[in-house]
């Protein structure tokens, strides 16, 4: 296990240059060696970083293969849904087709959207194995969480299924799927993109008081894990 690579940068906007360079140079490796770019995304703020970044970045975007750290269970028309909102804000802005995310099924209840969402994954990685993303792109939020994995939640102790249901998160909408931290952290890379004062606090407790919060379990065990923050969230390490 690798210790975290902290890189600093001044602005939200340069957290958002180093993240989408990192993610071409990812993604670039992945296509070359496996003719496949296979990235976990998260919602909340990275959205907007990746619309105001991707768009930038040089790769052969046929072979990329979208799926979602975390997914809220609303129609994807729902303001609430994180599909619906990488569609509004990636889709005609690069060649991304609907059909290269995979989304959840949005009928379901949760717990067999998670069962269903864990069938969809399958066929992409190898068999009879824990499956190895080559980047999952996280947040955290002001509480610690990461994914929909929240602070004190019996979900941090799973370890038998991949993706997990969620119908009590504290954070709106309740009913969620979630990746798992066996998965997360069988991750190639993990990236943390975190920008602003208002994070500077739980940046601290995570990677200065290593404090036992979600987002500190997030350790890949044969991977790389990164920390890009700008200024404000940096302020108190
Ligand atoms: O609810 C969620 O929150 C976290 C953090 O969001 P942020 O807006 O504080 O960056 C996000 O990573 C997660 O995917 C989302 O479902």
Known sequence: MSSPQIIRVKTEEDVITSLCNLIQDVANKAIETEDVFKIGLSGGSLINF?????????????????????????????????????????IGKIPLSESQFIQIDPHLAAEDAARDYIRKMAPFFAPDSLP???????????????CSLFPGHRLLDETSVWIAPITNSPKPPPSRITLTFPIINNAEN????????????????????????????????????????DEGAASLL
């Open 132 to 146: 190895r993303f080559d980047a999952l792109l996280l947040g955290m939020g002001p509480d610690g969480h990461t």
């Open 50 to 90: 990746l619309a105001l970044g991707l768009p930038k970045i040089t790769t052969d975007w046929s072979k990329w293969r979208l799926f979602f750290c975390d997914e809220r269970v609303v129609p994807s028309e729902s303001p609430d849904s994180t599909f619906g909102a990488y569609r509004k804000s990636l």
């Open 190 to 229: 993990c990236i943390f993109a975190i920008a602003g004062q208002g994070k500077a606090d739980m940046v601290k407790r995570i990677l200065k008081d290593k404090e036992d919060l979600p987002s500190y379990r997030v350790k890949p065990t044969d991977g790389k894990l990164y920390w890009i923050l």
